[in-house]
Nanobody, 122 residues
């Protein structure tokens, strides 16, 4: 069973930066064939997709984070990253790492981490 473990969350002031990491464990995990993504959920709001990276390394972002967030992965370390710059109070949420083993980013993500909290103060 693949496990995803996020880290790197914390509290920052608006304009600051954080880098989230998501380490994948499990003998069946192959970062080169999985679609990987970051989602977030703020209190009282629905979960939303933030960024995703497919098996070819092609990335896509929610409009609200374009130009500020960067998703990347290190296949050798089985780790996914989310670099978050120019943070805004509206970025405050629990951030989750997710994986799609079929490699098809348009399908539902069956694998999830436990989440890491990001709080941005004004």
């Amino acid at each position: 069973q693949v496990q995803l473990v996020e880290s790197g969350g914390g509290s920052v002031q608006a304009g600051g930066s954080l880098r989230l990491s998501c380490a994948a464990y499990g003998y069946t995990y192959t970062s080169t064939t999985y679609c990987m993504a970051w989602f977030r959920q703020a209190p009282g709001k629905q979960r939303e997709g933030v960024a995703r990276i497919d098996v070819y390394g092609t990335t896509s972002y929610a409009d609200s984070v374009k130009g500020r967030f960067t998703i990347s992965k290190d296949n050798a370390k089985n780790t996914l990253y989310l670099q978050m710059d120019s943070l805004k109070p509206e970025d405050t949420a629990m951030y989750y790492c997710a994986a799609q083993p079929d490699g098809v980013c348009s399908r539902a993500f069956p694998l999830w981490g436990q989440g890491t909290q990001v709080t941005v103060s004004s």
